[in-house]
C-alpha cells in the first residue's frame, strides 16, 4: 500500500494507493515525459478539489478514480524521477493555506501530522 497525504489549510487526509492500483498504473506509465512538472500540478489540483470537498465535510463525493490516479501519478512521480527532487516512500503535499499558492512536497516520512481526533 503506497499513501500520498494532503495537508490542505489545517485539513489532512490519506489518499491511500492499493498496490494492484499502482501496479497497474505503473505498468502504463512507461517514462515520465517532458512536461511531467505540468503533469504533476495537474494531478495536485485534482487531489486540491478532493481536499477542498473534504474540508466542507463532502468527502463522500471526493474520492473516485480522478483522484486514485491523481494520487498515482504523484507517488510514481516523486519515486521513480532521478532529480533532485526524488522522493523515497509516501509523498506528503502541504499547502499550507489551501489556496495553491504555496505548495511542497516532501517524505511523509520526515514530517510529523498532528491530526484532530474525530
Known amino acids: ?17 492499493p498496490d494492484t492500483l499502482y ?9 515520465l515525459r517532458a512536461g511531467a512538472g505540468e503533469d504533476l500540478e495537474k494531478a495536485r489540483r485534482v487531489l486540491a478539489r478532493a481536499m477542498a470537498a473534504f474540508a466542507r465535510d463532502e468527502a463522500a463525493d471526493a474520492l473516485g478514480d480522478n483522484e486514485r490516479i491523481a494520487a498515482c501519478y ?4 516523486f519515486n521513480t524521477t532521478d ?4 522522493i523515497e516512500g509516501d509523498v506528503l503535499i502541504a499547502d499550507q493555506h489551501g489556496d495553491g499558492e504555496e ?3 516532501m517524505p511523509l516520512a520526515d514530517v510529523e501530522l ?5
Not at 83 to 86: F, I, K, L, P
Request: proline content about 0%; glycine content about 4%; hydrophobic content about 45%.
Open 103 to 105: 505548495v511542497a512536497y
Open 83 to 86: 532529480e533532485e527532487t526524488r
Open 23 to 31: 501496479d497497474a498504473f505503473a505498468e502504463r506509465v512507461v517514462e
Open 114 to 118: 498532528v491530526r484532530e481526533e474525530e
Open 1 to 17: 500500500m503506497r499513501k500520498v497525504t494532503y495537508y490542505y489549510g489545517g485539513v489532512v487526509a490519506d489518499f491511500m494507493i
Open 74 to 77: 504523484v507517488w510514481h512521480y
